[in-house]
């Protein structure tokens, strides 16, 4: 329980990531936190789709990018991408994806790597060009919408910040 609480305490953010290739078992223990979060009646409505391969996560940061309105590397030089996908025809897919994303980030930091959770899922996947990607994964149809993405990867020097400290006023007792 110890490890737990202080891996929730020490996470960060991590913008900048080495070239090193994550490791396969690594990469599984993450997806498989992923696949045990919380869902709505145990429904396991989200999906991932993992991404690592560079041509193909070029052409997924360049669509995030054009959404973001800015020319940049949205996914920070990060070697995987995980992109999270909720289930529009579940009651709670939203918070479901939500719970896999947290679990993604969590998981990644237990076992050493650096992740960021990267918004536009949502408006790069109702693009055209973010419609012909669902459909190379198999997902057209419009049941399946983009929540997040997570980046993983090993974090360059400097690419974690310290935590914040907490607002006094976080946690109100009614």
Not at 34 to 55: K, L
Not at 106 to 126: D, Q, T, Y
Request: proline share 4%.
């Amino acid at each position: 329980m110890k490890e737990t609480l202080q891996d929730i305490k020490e996470r960060r953010s991590c913008r900048k990531y080495t070239t090193r290739t994550v490791e396969e078992e690594k990469l599984q223990a993450v997806l498989e936190a992923g696949t045990y979060a919380a869902t709505g009646h145990g429904t396991q409505s989200p999906r991932m789709v993992v991404v690592r391969d560079v041509e193909q996560l070029k052409r997924l940061e360049k669509l995030n990018a054009q959404v973001w309105g800015k020319d940049i590397d949205p996914f920070y030089g990060a070697p995987v991408a995980v992109f999270v996908m909720a289930d529009r025809e579940a009651p709670t897919g939203m918070q479901d994806a939500c719970l896999v994303m947290g679990n993604l980030m969590l998981a990644a930091h237990a076992v050493g790597l650096g992740s960021c959770w990267i918004n536009r899922g949502k408006e790069m996947f109702e693009l055209p060009e973010g419609k012909a990607i669902l459909k190379e994964w198999g997902m057209e149809g419009g049941r399946y919408e983009g929540l997040g993405i997570c980046i993983l990867g090993y974090a360059a020097e400097g690419g974690e910040s310290s935590a914040k400290p907490r607002k006094p006023d976080y946690v109100y007792f009614a």
